[in-house]
């Protein structure tokens, strides 16, 4: 899935327009308002802010989920097993972070490097947009499948051109858990970097030309204007940016779920959230604690990017 | 290159067009067309693969390996995909999942963007706060008390055959629902605050009631940005993988975004109709992304334009 | 790949309809034996023109076909009506408690062992004791014990059931003067034997994850016997314990002799490499040979139990049943009941066998004229068993299964090391949530 939200930050910002206070509505008006803030509101209590409370909720609790009146409640004993016993759980850690920094530093920064190549008067820069935008339009899942075909051990493209399919040597780079999160990761690059391309050049079709047009004028040349100048001005796409790979590095779930449900080395927090909730081996309780840790840390960038946007309308 | 050599007097006068960072004649540029047709063809290659292979029968695969040319070339594993894996089913799940959590998000987030962006009242930034933060969380955070929560809703058995909200596309639709309508009431009240206020109070003038003024003013005005906004969520509804994988029991009501995976367990070892069948899943986006490629980039960074 | 759970081997069963599998060997005739044999022990209290709704679980062709002539069969002869809801496979078994907590079907196909036991215990299920009552004559005590719940009473019909054990390629052996070992000490002198001729030893496949269950269950019962394996599905007994330890110790011996590339293959990858005479044998279910689609390479297998080890003898075997039970709802409905009647017959057991032969069937009365020599030493495995287990991840809590112990074999697989103590922490907690 796709995080969303940030992109609009910089119309955010703007200053709002002087607006109507409900004092000088009629009666009926407000009613109608309310309905039409009530609703929307509703939905989203239900089934947004209440569960996310009844998920902090349950994981103090053992419950079978069958039936209402089954909770027992039992301290910290599922953050005790998330912590000190899944033997899976701080590999999941550790693989969140390594999907952030490869997302970071490898997958945002050949986003970036697009999009400046091609904002520039390049011929064909709309057929080179189209391209490496493509993947954007799939689902993770999908991707995980049009990359088996291009991974698989013996059948698969890479390891023939490699030379080596149906060798002893043929690398199975989905299957061999000191490869596979590599693996995984440049197939979630191949949609991450489009999707960066697209949102960094509308952020520079942005910016105010004039100011480069000064750089240029001064003296400095392609990469100075743009690191000097252009990135700067563009602080508010770049915390975008920012946020967007954080929450995407939490959120990664699909990919690795469809290639192996996320075991083997492909360990994510949010696979472990889902194996103790689907199914026979769930364990409500457990898997409400590992979603309450999966909370917490997506706190923090929401939590940075909610003050960044809303802190100039207050 | 014809801009390079444009005289600087016309190059002055558009100058939206000629103060982009340029890349100067030479090595430089070279390098850079370079760089992007490599990584462009890099870029391709994963699609063009997968239909090369779903093109081949599996026969001649098997004699000659994947990685080859040579055989006959035709459709036969798009026509057995289709069959065998009920695609019709799962594209007719996406359909309406799609569809009626699209229709009802942009109602509700317009209703809630309008409340929120055209009157003043308190709370109403906090709201927002909290609608946009909802959004921005994991699903996984919320999938369990949603599911315990739909699997304990009564309903009459005419409406659903489970007895409750699982298993039944309605509440795929419900848990999209409640997902997107943060986001969009995010988008979409930053549209509407741009619109002139004096518009809202000539209707009010002439006796519009609030919901006048919502339906017959703002929304109009709001169409582009529900335009874009509608072409993005179709794509994310349709590629999402996630509340049908939790709140589906039965095969066949998945959508097909979740539905490939059970085909990769029935196409196993069988990388031809594996193929087929996923670019069969990939035609409907790709449709869409050509037909409203702008739309669609106008969703994805609608706001962003405005430095 | 997808990971597929035990019991999900229908995948490739497709292939089975091409080539007859099993079948093709044996003899093709059965079906209209079926037809002609009746049932002795009789199907249903009759009245006739009831109806019932049954959900199963076998999505690949052969089984789906398979059930739909059970069903025919069943309504030819008791004039009710059955409509038939194939779920798939996997998500039918991931979703099996929201699927009886919300909808269920009145009848639905499920497995004996612990995951019928937790779904009786949670009353999600009804009694069929008053079956039993009339077919239970016609089964084994093995059979019923594991069709009963832990209250005592009766929740499940068998239908078929398979033995896991090695299996290899007659002529391979043959040809290499390679003899069938009897003792642990000697499967280890062979597979010394074949690994100096560049032979794969033992194939070996967890990309899944579950298969690794079965060679971990058998050095279980050779060396603590099948009571300790019960125990420790039930966690009645400590993972922290010698004699858990001795398990992993003498499976380690075997480690050398596995595929290197057992991490990254499924079972079916596998198969190939035995049918290749790329490997030596291979543990797992009889399902192995859906995978065998040359006639000529089916004919060729053959099959031995897992070996002695430490307890004298042979006497547990892994054999999983498959079969069929009744939702809440269903156990009120009289056709529902008398197609699980039915299902206890050797009729209703014939009309599944004559289109799905990858099987044993379980009814004493089920005419087995039918089967090869091969399908009849594996059924003789099973009826000469003491006990029968049914897998890990049916017999234990699924929980504790594929969250805890697969992942860890896996770990063990690749670095010979396990570690006890956090898996009975693991466990103990996990056992403490139900």
């Known amino acids: 899935m796709t995080v969303e939200a940030p992109i609009s930050a910089a119309r955010a910002t703007r200053s709002p327009a002087p607006r109507r206070r409900l004092r000088s509505l009629t009666k009926r008006d407000r009613i109608v308002l309310g309905v039409m803030i009530g609703i929307p509101t509703l939905i989203q209590a239900v089934l947004v802010w209440i569960p996310l409370l009844a998920s902090v909720a349950l994981s103090f609790f053992k419950w079978d989920g069958l039936q209402l009146s089954g909770f027992v409640f039992q301290g910290l004993t599922n953050y005790n097993f998330v912590f000190n016993q899944a033997p899976a759980f701080w590999p999941a850690v550790l693989h969140n972070i390594v999907w952030l920094l490869f997302l970071g530093l490898i997958g945002t920064p050949l986003g970036l490097l697009l999009a400046v190549l091609l904002d520039s008067k390049i011929r064909g820069s709309r057929i080179y947009q189209t391209v490496f935008f493509m993947p954007v339009m799939l689902s993770l899942a999908l991707i995980g499948i049009i990359w088996q075909l291009m991974y698989s051990q013996d059948n698969g493209l890479i390891n023939n051109v490699l030379g080596t399919a149906g060798t002893p040597a043929a690398i199975d780079w989905f299957g061999d858990s000191s490869v596979n999160l590599w693996a995984a990761l440049v197939a979630a690059t191949w949609r991450h970097a489009g999707y960066i391309m697209v949102l960094y050049l509308a952020g520079l079709k942005g910016v105010d030309p004039s100011i480069k047009e000064a750089a240029s004028l001064d003296g400095a040349n392609g990469r100075q204007t743009f690191f000097r100048v252009v990135f700067p001005a563009m602080a508010a796409t770049n915390v975008i940016i920012v946020v967007i790979t954080v929450i995407e590095s939490l959120r990664a779930f699909d990919i690795v779920y469809v290639i192996n449900h996320g075991t083997n080395g492909l360990e994510l927090l949010s696979v472990l959230v889902v194996q103790y909730l689907v199914g026979e081996t769930q364990v409500i309780g457990i898997g409400s604690a590992f979603a309450v840790v999966l909370l917490v840390i997506s706190l923090v960038p929401i939590v940075i990017y909610l003050s960044r946007t809303f802190r100039t309308k207050e | ?307 | 790949m997808v990971a597929t759970r035990s019991g999900r081997f229908e995948i490739d069963r497709r292939t089975l309809l091409r080539t007859g599998g099993l079948g093709a060997v044996s003899l093709a005739g059965v079906g209209l034996l079926a037809a002609c044999s009746g049932g002795t022990a009789g199907g249903g209290s009759g009245g006739g023109g009831g109806s019932l709704t049954f959900g199963s679980n076998a999505s690949d062709a052969v089984p789906k076909k398979a059930y739909a002539a059970f069903v025919s069969a069943f309504e030819k002869k008791s004039k009710d009506t059955v409509s038939t809801n194939v779920s798939d496979h996997n998500s039918f078994q991931d979703k099996i408690t929201n699927y009886l907590q919300g909808s269920p079907d009145d009848a639905f196909t499920w497995f004996a062992g612990y995951r019928m036991q937790y779904i009786a215990k949670k009353g999600l299920v009804g009694d069929v004791s008053d079956v039993w009552s009339k077919i239970g004559s016609n089964y084994s005590d093995a059979l019923k014990k594991a069709s009963t719940g832990e209250d005592g009473k009766q929740y499940f019909v068998p239908n078929y059931n398979y033995p896991w054990g090695f299996f290899y390629r007659k002529s391979f052996w043959q040809s290499n003067g390679w003899e069938v070992p009897g003792t642990f000490d000697e499967l280890v002198a062979l597979c010394k034997k074949m690994k100096a001729k560049g032979i794969i030893p033992i194939e070996f496949t967890d990309k899944d994850l579950w298969p690794a269950c079965g060679t971990f269950d058998y050095l279980n019962m050779r060396i603590n016997g099948y009571q300790f394996h019960v125990d420790l599905c039930a966690h009645k007994e400590s993972w922290n314990s010698s004699q858990v330890k001795e398990v992993f110790d003498t499976w380690k011996e075997l480690l050398p002799y596995y595929d290197p590339s057992a991490a990254g293959l499924t079972w079916q990858e596998g198969a190939q490499k035995l049918g290749n005479k790329q490997a030596g044998m291979m543990l797992l279910g009889s399902f192995i040979t859906q995978q065998f689609t040359d006639a000529s390479v089916l004919n060729d297998i053959d099959f031995f139990p897992f070996p002695e080890v430490k307890v004298e003898g042979t006497d547990a075997v892994e054999a999983p049943i498959d079969g069929l039970m009744l939702s809440k709802k269903g156990a009120q409905n009289q056709a529902a009941k008398d197609m699980l009647q039915f299902m206890g017959t050797g009729a209703g057991q014939e009309a599944y066998y004559s289109v799905d032969k990858s099987n044993i069937m379980t009814a004493k009365d089920a005419d087995t004229s039918g089967y090869s020599a091969f399908t009849k030493k594996l059924s003789g495995v099973i009826a000469d068993a003491k006990s029968i287990s049914q897998f890990f991840d049916r017999d234990a809590l699924p929980a504790m299964a594929s969250n805890v112990l697969e992942p860890a074999m896996l770990n063990f697989l690749k670095s010979g090391t396990v570690n006890l103590a956090n898996i009975e922490s693991q466990a103990k907690t996990l056992y403490s949530q139900q």
């Open chain 2, 1 to 307: 290159m014809t801009t390079t050599t444009a005289p600087a007097a016309a190059r002055r006068t558009r100058v939206t067009a000629s103060t982009r960072t340029r890349i100067k004649n030479g090595p430089g540029v070279w390098g850079a067309y370079l760089f992007l047709t490599v990584a462009a063809i890099l870029w391709l290659i994963p699609l063009l693969w997968a239909v090369y292979t779903s093109l081949r029968p599996k026969a001649d695969t098997d004699r000659l390996g994947y990685f080859s040319i040579g055989g006959s070339y035709g459709f036969s594993n798009f026509a057995q995909a289709w069959t065998q894996g009920g695609f019709l089913t799962y594209f007719g799940n996406s359909a309406f999942i799609t569809i009626a959590t699209v229709v009802l998000t942009l109602f509700f987030a317009s209703m809630m963007a309008f409340a929120v962006s055209r009157f003043s009242w308190r709370f109403n930034v906090t709201l927002l706060i909290m609608f946009t933060a909802g959004n921005l969380l994991p699903p996984q955070v919320l999938a369990t008390p949603i599911f315990e929560l739909f699997k304990l809703i009564q309903l009459p058995y005419s409406i659903s055959d489970s007895g409750s909200l699982l298993n039944q596309l309605v509440g795929v639709v419900a848990a999209n629902t409640g997902f997107q309508i943060g986001f969009c009431t995010f988008v979409l009240s930053n549209f509407m605050k741009a619109i002139p206020q004096e518009l809202g109070e000539a209707a009010r003038v002439d006796g519009a009631g609030v919901w006048t003024q919502y339906w017959r003013v703002i929304m109009p005005l709001t169409r582009p940005a529900l335009a874009a906004l509608g072409t993005l969520e179709v794509i994310f509804i349709y590629n999402d993988y996630f509340w049908p994988l939790i709140l589906i029991q039965s095969g066949n009501r998945l959508p097909i975004t979740t539905a490939i995976n059970n085909l990769q367990g029935q196409f196993l070892s069988n990388y031809n109709l594996l193929s087929a069948g996923a670019i069969i899943t990939v035609i409907p986006t790709l449709v869409i992304y050509l037909a409203l490629q702008r739309q669609f980039v106008a969703g994805l960074t609608l706001g962003a334009s405005k430095g």
